[in-house]
């Protein structure tokens, strides 16, 4: 029985993660596998300092800075690309499936701009290129939408897949707190980056909703297409607001398919705080997958950390010990392009607020408009004034669905009113219905 | 391109939903098996009445109902057995191995108390014996146990994978209702069977159980060492205090791995409100599963149904279509028997409900016994003198982990006092830590 050689491509959070589960759960991956997996190499830019923690950890395999020999080693069966970013990674990427290797990625980057010409690569060379470990951490998401789902044709998916953003959200609702005051705790506990961008601009759940809907719905995606939205702006009273209406503000990332198009979308929303989805607080992920048979289903785990990730790299090895029959997987291997929606097309209900004068026929003014519209209102909230400024007044309302376009209609009049003083705060609702 | 013939031992809710699917997402299952799938038979009790539904459903693929010449068909390529019991179901699983077809099942008695055989002999014809629908229905949480998770030591599981009990015990603590009120309605609405004692007595959820037990662990399950419990006990006052505590009471499943062995229960218990687990409510079902690596990770969905079942049966027949390699999976090749504690070896915190005599000392004497078992209380509730009987008071305790053993000393002693009025109500908390 030959041993399966792996080679990491990088000693970081989740090259380390990889290598102690490979390691501590030997025996258990053996039974599973069916033949023993073992690291075989990995290549880091220090190797004392990655020699230092092995000597910790009491691995041993061997350690190199040079990444392209790692690659062509004919005794490497399977790279694992954890090193992220651009370069080196597609590089190496592209040279180990050139040589017939399978490769493991966490780089949901690489995946969501360069898949489908990496996927042509490895159906060329009739290996294998998994990447579970890069949507969702530890949550087998990509196997439940691609194998566990595979009856179905899926409706639309909705996911928390951005842990950094989510910790965020669920401090600022469950203390009151500004955006900017958490972030600053959040880089300092190491939860965020120094330069947050990826994480709360959306880039990064863009990365992920664009591998989930090329699976979802079997079509190639252009990232370009992607309308993204972070959540930098969330102020406090919308938080508070949104509770007051029974709904949590989060981070979403959503993919619908319409029968125009695809609806692909990264914003925060309004979710009813009944739905698990608005439940799921701190750094953990979950996405909801509504298949036209099964219905919805909720997958829920920890979205990053060395052992979660390292869990999913791990499981994609074993797959790819256990079973070259399907290496690329299904629902990749011809991809066909739909149409991609722009915002101006979307459909949802919206919740809306702005400043208003304290005087009467306000409130007919804006409701009017929304009449006009034929726009339908599911709650209007008129709360007092506030302590700074007692002549205007704070309305809140909640549409029924509405066409985007339509309701930026209703936004531009209702900052065309005297009456109103603030531009409109608007956030769409996910109802995940 | 050679299409896969289907043979559907059963055109009951779930063959008519798998019937179903496979005519509906023809075009993703052609795309996602490489090759097509059809429906090439089906037996049935009733031919007459399976063709008028096939008519209505604009369906057509030849009905019989002599099941022994379908098994032995030899255009039919994989068998799936939908027609549930004993007899016919298990000769007729048989004769399709023996006969070198692949089956998939959605029969959970017969995987949990014949699986040994049935796999052993699904090894030694090399096909595959699949059974995710058995287990909560639409969710793949088979699949995500063996194949998403496989990196793992799985330390615990614990689910909501009897709907119908849910369905009870969401009503009740939503509406404050009795057992068997709901349970009647219930029974009107078609969600609980004229019999119901498989569902509320956990009989059904302890199949399941088995079943993702022997999964997570390795191991052979002798379904006679499983701990069972019903919900028809449970009180309307006690989901009330459990409310009060922060806590909802849910029929669990639980698999735990101790040093001495596994804990394998079904009961009902109270979960902290906060835990996504509790909020499982209606019919839906959820299992979480704690692996060594990646931490907890819960999977959700529904339990039951036509297509939600269908769904779990196709993709099953395409994991078969699509993946030769390993077709019994990993987890169930080279089982190995691990020790079942027995109840009085379990360890958890309690909940425990007791009506006292409305006199100075008696709280001091009830306290006195947990000082002396060195039992932690978490939380003592004494409530008011209930209307109907002004002389007794209920206390309710909420105890810190204990072995069951010292619990039973416990309640034997409260109960022993003469100031304790009432047999002591005991429920198991698990706080899914």
């Given at each position: 029985?030959?041993?399966?050689?792996?080679?990491?491509?990088?000693?970081?959070?989740?090259?380390?993660?990889?290598?102690?589960?490979?390691?501590?759960?030997?025996?258990?991956?053996?039974?599973?596998?069916?033949?023993?997996?073992?690291?075989?190499?990995?290549?880091?830019?220090?190797?004392?300092?990655?020699?230092?923690?092995?000597?910790?950890?009491?691995?041993?395999?061997?350690?190199?800075?040079?990444?392209?020999?790692?690659?062509?080693?004919?005794d490497i069966d399977i790279i694992?690309?954890?090193?992220?970013?651009?370069?080196?990674?597609?590089?190496?990427?592209?040279?180990?499936?050139?040589?017939?290797?399978?490769?493991?990625?966490?780089?949901?980057?690489?995946?969501?701009?360069?898949?489908?010409?990496?996927?042509?690569?490895?159906?060329?060379?009739?290996?294998?290129?998994?990447?579970?470990?890069?949507?969702?951490?530890?949550?087998?998401?990509?196997?439940?939408?691609?194998?566990?789902?595979?009856?179905?044709?899926?409706?639309?998916?909705?996911?928390?897949?951005?842990?950094?953003?989510?910790?965020?959200?669920?401090?600022?609702?469950?203390?009151?707190?500004?955006?900017?005051?958490?972030?600053?705790?959040?880089?300092?506990?190491?939860?965020?980056?120094?330069?947050?961008?990826?994480?709360?601009?959306?880039?990064?759940?863009?990365?992920?909703?664009?591998?989930?809907?090329?699976?979802?719905?079997?079509?190639?995606?252009?990232?370009?297409?992607?309308?993204?939205?972070?959540?930098?702006?969330?102020?406090?009273?919308?938080?508070?607001?949104?509770?007051?209406?029974?709904?949590?503000?989060?981070?979403?990332?959503?993919?619908?398919?319409?029968?125009?198009?695809l609806e692909l979308r990264v914003?925060?929303?309004?979710?009813?705080?009944?739905?698990?989805?608005?439940?799921?607080?701190?750094?953990?992920?979950?996405?909801?997958?509504?298949?036209?048979?099964?219905?919805?289903?909720?997958?829920?785990?920890?979205?990053?950390?060395?052992?979660?990730?390292?869990?999913?790299?791990?499981?994609?090895?074993?797959?790819?010990?256990?079973?070259?029959?399907?290496?690329?997987?299904?629902?990749?291997?011809?991809?066909?392009?739909?149409?991609?929606?722009?915002?101006?097309?979307?459909?949802?209900?919206?919740?809306?607020?702005?400043?208003?004068?304290?005087?009467?026929?306000?409130?007919?003014?804006?409701?009017?408009?929304?009449?006009?519209?034929?726009?339908?209102?599911?709650?209007?909230?008129?709360?007092?004034?506030?302590?700074?400024?007692?002549?205007?007044?704070?309305?809140?309302?909640?549409?029924?669905?509405?066409?985007?376009?339509?309701?930026?209609?209703?936004?531009?009049?209702?900052?065309?009113?005297d009456d109103v003083l603030s531009?409109?705060?608007?956030?769409?609702?996910?109802?995940?219905?």
């Amino acid at each position: 029985m030959n041993a399966v050689n792996i080679g990491l491509l990088g000693l970081g959070t989740v090259g380390k993660g990889t290598a102690t589960i490979l390691e501590r759960n030997a025996a258990e991956i053996l039974r599973r596998a069916g033949v023993p997996v073992r690291v075989a190499g990995a290549v880091v830019r220090d190797v004392a300092a990655a020699q230092a923690w092995q000597a910790d950890a009491g691995l041993s395999f061997p350690i190199t800075s040079d990444g392209d020999a790692l690659v062509a080693d004919p005794d490497i069966d399977i790279i694992c690309e954890l090193v992220g970013g651009e370069e080196p990674a597609l590089r190496w990427t592209q040279a180990a499936l050139d040589a017939g290797k399978h490769v493991v990625t966490a780089n949901k980057a690489l995946i969501a701009t360069h898949g489908d010409a990496l996927f042509a690569k490895a159906r060329s060379k009739g290996v294998g290129l998994r990447f579970e470990a890069g949507v969702a951490g530890g949550i087998p998401v990509i196997k439940a939408l691609r194998e566990g789902l595979s009856a179905n044709r899926i409706n639309w998916l909705a996911g928390i897949i951005n842990g950094t953003g989510n910790f965020i959200l669920s401090e600022m609702a469950s203390h009151g707190r500004e955006f900017a005051d958490v972030l600053a705790e959040a880089q300092a506990l190491g939860y965020a980056e120094a330069d947050p961008t990826f994480d709360v601009e959306g880039i990064d759940a863009a990365h992920k909703l664009a591998i989930l809907a090329s699976i979802a719905f079997d079509t190639t995606v252009d990232f370009d297409a992607l309308h993204i939205e972070g959540i930098s702006s969330i102020q406090p009273e919308d938080v508070a607001y949104a509770a007051e209406l029974g709904y949590r503000i989060k981070h979403l990332g959503v993919a619908r398919r319409r029968d125009a198009g695809l609806e692909l979308r990264v914003h925060p929303a309004l979710i009813p705080e009944k739905r698990l989805l608005a439940n799921v607080d701190g750094v953990m992920n979950a996405v909801v997958i509504h298949g036209d048979a099964v219905g919805p289903t909720l997958h829920y785990g920890p979205g990053a950390g060395a052992e979660p990730t390292g869990s999913a790299v791990v499981a994609d090895i074993i797959d790819l010990v256990r079973g070259g029959a399907h290496p690329a997987g299904a629902g990749i291997d011809e991809p066909k392009a739909l149409p991609v929606l722009t915002s101006a097309e979307f459909r949802c209900p919206f919740y809306l607020r702005l400043e208003a004068s304290d005087r009467p026929g306000v409130m007919a003014s804006v409701a009017g408009i929304f009449g006009d519209l034929e726009i339908s209102l599911e709650a209007i909230l008129q709360k007092e004034p506030s302590a700074l400024d007692e002549s205007s007044v704070p309305i809140i309302l909640l549409t029924r669905d509405v066409d985007e376009a339509c309701m930026r209609q209703a936004t531009t009049r209702l900052e065309a009113l005297d009456d109103v003083l603030s531009p409109v705060v608007t956030l769409r609702v996910e109802t995940l219905d």
